[in-house]
């Protein structure tokens, strides 16, 4: 029997309630950063990722990235034409879930 083994690494975590934060920039017409950069989810994230990315070469083990898909720029994207990714500081909204279904395409 073939199994295959599918990780889901984390999400980048955001230091703010994202629908609020988004809502006050909005009110004040700022475009500030909300997520952090890549490198600082990456170094948060140093000795997972370490451990991740060696069970991602064992046969059978697939690894999702939804880090790659968010942070692409750079910078940690919190939303997408104005519509909030996350639902708080650490949770995908299921805009941010949707947005993201085309990483777990290949598995199912």
């Known amino acids: 029997m073939h ?3 599918v ?6 975590e955001i ?3 994202v629908p609020e934060r988004l809502a ?3 009110l004040r017409g700022r475009h500030d950063p909300v997520g952090p950069s ?3 989810f990456l170094e948060r994230q140093r000795y997972v990722e370490r451990d991740l990315i060696q069970l991602a070469h064992l046969p059978g083990v697939r690894l999702i990235e939804p880090a790659k898909q ?8 919190v ?4 519509v909030p990714l996350y639902r708080d500081g650490d949770h995908l909204s ?3 879930a949707l947005t993201l279904s085309g990483l777990f395409k290949p598995v199912f």
Not at 7 to 12: C, H, K, L
Not at 70 to 77: K, V
């Open 3 to 5: 199994v295959q083994v």
């Open 7 to 12: 990780i889901v690494a984390s999400v980048p």
């Open 15 to 17: 230091s703010t309630e």
């Open 24 to 26: 006050l920039l909005a």
């Open 38 to 40: 890549l490198a600082d």
């Open 70 to 77: 968010l942070c692409g720029s750079g910078q940690c994207s």
């Open 79 to 82: 939303e997408a034409d104005g």
């Open 94 to 96: 299921r805009f941010g």
